[in-house]
């Protein structure tokens, strides 16, 4: 019993040494940070930005936040409104700019419609985003495309708020070009 309090000290005292470190994350892989520039010097921190979080306009994260991911559709159609070619031209120069990644564009539709209907409907809509990416200049090498139809709604629900969540094309980024 006597012990606890000073054991209780040394814990804190140990756990407070460990918070002093400021290389403690430090992965050594690009030295982002070195010179005292932002918090965390030498932790992967670079011009006030942790690497690959939503504010590193490298980042997919940043990809999926700042400019958007997906682009939805009307009901029954394949067409790409003047919103969705706003974000893909977004797209389109982040991936034109980050040649590292690769994109995967997946193609949905609401639960109206029978399942092979929807299947071809997601993939005329993964298509449309497909070619205007490549119009803008995207190597179609670095693209692929998928349909899921109705199978992998983001809001289950038979309402038209709902079905217009799910009538979407989304691009999913990965690593996959690195040098």
């Known amino acids: 019993m006597t012990y606890l309090p000073k054991v209780l000290m040394l814990v804190a005292g140990l756990g407070l040494a460990a918070c002093t470190n400021p290389d403690r994350f430090n992965d050594g892989a690009n030295g982002a940070g070195a010179g005292g520039a932002g918090y965390g010097n030498g932790s992967g921190v670079n011009g006030g930005y942790l690497d690959g979080s939503a504010s590193d306009p490298r980042s997919p994260a940043y990809f999926n936040q700042a ?15 003047p919103d969705a070619q706003n974000t893909l031209n977004a797209q389109a120069q982040w991936l034109m700019t980050n040649s590292d990644y690769l994109a995967v564009i997946e193609g949905h539709a609401d639960e109206q419609g029978t399942r092979e209907y929807n299947i071809a409907l997601g993939a005329r809509r993964a298509n449309a985003v497909m070619e ?15 349909s899921y139809g109705k199978e992998r709604p983001v809001e289950v629900c038979s309402q038209e708020a709902c079905y217009a969540k799910n009538r979407r094309a989304v691009t999913v980024i990965s690593m996959g070009m690195s040098s």
Do not use: N
Not at 67 to 81: E, K, P
């Open 67 to 81: 400019i958007g991911d997906r682009v939805l559709f009307a009901v029954d159609q394949s067409t790409l409104s």
């Open 132 to 146: 205007y990416l490549i119009s803008k200049g995207v190597a179609p090498s670095r693209l692929r495309q998928i």
